[in-house]
């Protein structure tokens, strides 16, 4: 190839060179099963010794896809959704896609935007955990034909792919464990209202003892909120003084709490005994080592972002709902 001093490579370069037309070089680059070998592998070689970098928004123009997964989760600061992420990226990334991450921050307006922008910006497919199984997202995802998985929520429709866990079994091993943990009084500490929240409390609700008297505190959503709510639970519920277990259906959120009762000097275990829920990362090494419910929450990705790559390779694909087992994992805090 002449040398182009000052100029950028153009695909029509790497055509010209190859002695191949253009939409072979973007074949090679978005479909390379749809091109004979030998094309293929010479026209990788001169990408690869011309430095030349695809560009994506004109693949788009071309009405090939960008290569490219839209993924929408709720809250960017919560390690379950930092995992998840890498579940997914574990599939994607080889595959020759890149990851578009967003968080609608639990709202569900600006999911629907952020929903907007991906079809807008032409990415391949959509991996969606929804702030609600009743967001309007999931409606337009449908309407547009883009292909989408959702993850840690269950549609009502059997029409739509979801990767979800087993919420409701999750509130039932939390009632047993605290069945047999024989506290004088149980505090149950919930964040964003989701249906996964909905789930573990009633499946919760159907295994605890009648003679276990709960007490629901919801709207903690983040480790801040729940560092700053633990005073109010020691002046309103005397959780320094009765035999309590919180149950907290959100790592993070508990995390943040352990964190204010070791600071003020209140013993976790002992009276007070935390239970949480997730298993992410930080549970394990954080001051008071966390009991928890685990959720398969990288298998949750990487099986969604595989189910996404095949509805898109496929897209009269059936639908797929995967339903994992959550798990108790059991260390010093409760
Ligand atoms: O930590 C985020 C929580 O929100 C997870 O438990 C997930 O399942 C959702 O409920």
Redesign the pocket.
Known sequence: MEELKNREITISDIAREAGVSKSTVSRVISNPSLVKKSTHEKILALIKRSGYIPNNLAQSLAGSSTKTIGVII??LS?F??IEMAEGIDSVISDAGYSMLLCSSRWIAEREESLVRSMISNRVSGVLLAPVSEKSKSISLLEKRGIPFVLM?CIPKSRKISCVA?D?YKGGQIAGKFINECHKQQLIVIT??D?Q??TNRIAGLKDTLNPSIKMKHYSGIKTQNEGYNFVPILLVKEQIDHIPTMLFV????VAIGIINRLIEQKVPVPGRLSVLG??N?KPAAICRSPLTTIH?PIFDMGKIAAAELLEKIADPHRPPCHRILEPSLVRRESA
């Open positions: 709720d809250e919560n379950f959704f840690d866990v919420n964040g964003y989701h996964t929240i259906t959100n790592d993070n829920y997730d992410i959720q």
